[in-house]
């Protein structure tokens, strides 16, 4: 038996008493958590809880005002990212730390001296060691590839062989898997297998909770930086860990449907891009369609292609006109671009909204930047009283957690800082708006307050498009499911009699 199992080992790792704060505001509040060799233990809480804090303080981007942390039982010190690795301490962060313009070999073995001898590289011995590193994980990567250029699994199983390439004992995984696929989450746990069967304690953060009870052994909770919960995921259910996290039992309560819709916004025919071929459909006033499919079916494809943010290679698009006194529908013809579609009243909320909509200031500032134009006297003289309360609106509606709309947007949590841009998209007032994977990265009871918002966008008359791969949140939120299946619409299915199970089967191209 290997020492670190016999009941008397101490932990891996283990932090107690750990406390930050922020400008008088206590983020952590002595914080106790252990993980033991071979075991993934959850991290959990909404967003803000403290969980990414938590992270940077073991991984020494952060520095905790109290508490202390321990390795294999003996105090540590981490003055710094460098003094974490050297001590064993990998972590993906929620923005993975890839270096563009650098091969996957070189992101491996990113600032190690491990295949330079006097200051020479040894490029073979380098790709060598990349390729056995990947090849240990169960994955095949060219090592020579721009590592930026890599699919969003690629990313993760490059950040991942780096961290064992420093021998990592502990490796902490913030929201590893919120832009990867199904198939791609299930590559993952495979890896994490094999490191916990290595002996490595895990640390995984994820507001998947179907993923959590899957791949954990044993979970912390945290709400207002405070431990409010532990023990072990075999003795607790998905309701039970939502219920600790937000401190009262939440349902994800889907909002009424309306029954009524008005005219055809927007009619697609014939949509072909890079992926997805020959999709047809229309979208009236007031509904909410949803676009179902698995990774590469095309389906994102097909919002992009709606809000002018990828090239189309054929079919064509009409939208209703915007012009009061006609509304007759209007061809989509010539270059569409973002800016064009958005004149038109169609908005594109992207998947990827951290790297896509922030800039470095304030909530209010971000919230507002698409619609200056709008809080002004004249057009000309801004009316600083309207964009305030307009952002604090947003802002209240989105239930942001923050201390203030003045606060800086980039010291929000990950889950805050997505909401603010869906904030800031919503501004916008589209009348047809096109949601890409909405509630990813955000916690449940902010998946209810969406889900209200997009409900009610569609009773004031705009058609909303939701594409996501949580197969309930589109019967729940949606009138009727579009089918994609590698790239050609294979069915539309009436949201309200429609089971998973035959989405699903229809997402595999199977018909029953
Ligand atoms: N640099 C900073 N300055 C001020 N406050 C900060 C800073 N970084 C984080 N915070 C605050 O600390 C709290 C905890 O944030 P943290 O990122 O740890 O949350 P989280 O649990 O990871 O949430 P999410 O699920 O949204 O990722 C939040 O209220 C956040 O606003
Ligand atoms: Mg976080």
Request: aromatic share 2%.
């Amino acid at each position: 038996m290997c020492p670190a199992l016999l009941p008397t080992a101490p932990p891996v790792v283990a932090v107690k008493g750990l406390t930050k704060r922020y400008g008088g505001v206590t983020v952590l509040d002595h914080v106790d958590l252990s993980v033991r060799w071979g075991e993934v233990r959850a991290l959990l809480g909404e967003n803000g809880a403290g969980k990414s804090t938590l992270i940077k303080v073991l991984s020494g981007v952060v520095r905790s005002d109290d508490g202390t942390v321990t390795l294999n039982g003996s105090d540590v010190e981490i003055h710094s990212a460098h003094a974490a690795q050297d001590l064993g301490i990998a972590t993906l962060h929620q923005e993975l730390a890839i270096v563009p313009g650098l091969s996957v070999a070189e992101n491996i073995f990113l600032g190690q001296r491990k295949a330079q001898t006097f200051g020479v590289v040894r490029w073979g011995a380098l790709r060598r060691g990349a390729e056995l590193l990947l090849d240990s994980l169960g994955q095949s990567l060219d090592v020579r590839q721009d590592a930026s250029l890599l699919s969003p699994v690629g990313k993760t199983m490059t950040a991942i062989a780096r961290a064992l390439s420093r021998d990592a004992k502990v490796l902490i995984l913030d929201e590893p898997t919120a832009a990867l696929t199904d198939q791609e989450t299930a590559q993952l746990f495979a890896v994490m297998r094999r490191l916990k069967d290595r002996g490595v304690a895990i640390i995984y953060v994820s507001h998947r909770l179907e993923e959590v009870v899957q791949v954990c052994d044993t979970y912390t909770v945290l709400r207002n930086g405070q431990k409010v919960g532990e023990g072990d995921i075999a003795d607790v259910t998905i309701p039970d860990l939502i219920t600790t996290m937000a401190g009262r039992p939440v349902s994800t309560i889907f909002p009424a449907r309306e029954g009524t819709h008005g005219g055809v916004l927007l009619r697609a025919v014939g949509l072909t891009g890079r992926r997805c071929r020959d999709v047809s459909f229309e979208l009236r006033e007031g509904e909410v369609l949803g676009i179902a499919g698995l990774a590469g079916s095309g389906r994102s494809e097909v919002v992009r292609l709606l809000a002018g943010a990828q090239h189309r290679r054929g079919g064509s698009i009409e939208v209703q006109g915007v012009d009061e006194a006609s509304r007759a529908p209007v061809s989509i013809a010539g270059r569409h671009t973002i800016g064009r579609a958005q004149r038109r009243g169609i908005t594109l909320v992207p998947q990827e909204r951290r790297t896509d909509g922030l800039v470095p200031d304030t909530i209010e500032r971000n919230i507002n930047l698409t619609t200056l134009g709008r809080h002004t006297l004249g057009r000309v003289v801004m009316v600083p009283r309207r964009a305030r309360e307009h952002a604090q609106q947003r802002h209240t509606d989105l239930a942001v957690r923050s201390r203030g709309i003045g606060q800086p947007v980039l010291r929000l949590s990950g889950g805050n800082q997505q909401k603010v841009v869906l904030a800031k998209f919503l501004a916008l007032s589209p009348r047809i708006l096109l949601l890409d994977e909405p509630t990813r990265g955000v916690d449940v009871g902010t998946k209810s307050e969406i889900y209200h918002l997009v409900r009610e966008r569609a009773a004031q008359g705009a058609g909303v498009v939701v594409v996501s791969s949580e197969l309930p949140e589109l019967l729940g939120l949606c009138d009727r499911v579009l089918v994609m299946h590698e790239g050609r619409a294979v069915g539309t299915f009436d949201a309200a009699t429609t089971t998973e199970d035959e989405l699903l089967h229809a997402c595999y191209g199977r018909t029953r």
